[in-house]
C-alpha cells in the first residue's frame, strides 16, 4: 500500500517505486514499476483498491478538503482502460 500510496501522492514511500497505474478493461488493477517495461505488477480488482483507499483516507484523518484533493489525485493517476 505505501507504493500505491506514494505513487498517488507523488512521495517516494517504496522501492521499487510504481510509476504507472492502469485499470483494465476487466476492472482489474496493474502497475509498473521503475526500471521495468510495461505493467508487471497485479495489484488486484479495483473495487478493493477503492475500498483500501477510502480506509487509508479514514485512518489518516483525512479532512473533508484533502478527502476530495485525494480522491482527485486518485483519478488523475490510475487511467482506466475502459474508456
Same mark, same amino acid.
Not at 484523518?61 to 486518485?74: I, R, S, V
Given at each position: ?9 507523488d512521495?517516494?514511500? =517504496? ?6 497505474m492502469a485499470?483494465?478493461?476487466? $476492472?482489474?488493477?496493474? =502497475?509498473?514499476?521503475? $526500471? ?18 477510502? $480506509? ?5 484523518? =483525512? ?15 490510475i ?5
Open positions: 500500500m505505501a507504493a500505491i500510496v506514494g505513487y498517488i501522492l512521495l517516494d514511500l =517504496a522501492s521499487p517505486a510504481i510509476v504507472e485499470i483494465t478493461s476487466d $476492472g482489474m488493477v496493474l =502497475a509498473g514499476v521503475a $526500471g521495468d517495461v510495461g505493467m508487471n505488477i497485479f495489484i488486484g480488482a479495483e473495487s478493493d483498491l477503492r475500498r483500501n483507499w477510502n $480506509g487509508f483516507l479514514d485512518a489518516a484523518e =483525512a479532512t473533508e478538503d484533502e478527502f476530495a484533493l485525494a480522491w482527485k489525485l486518485y483519478a488523475r493517476k487511467t482506466s482502460w475502459r474508456r
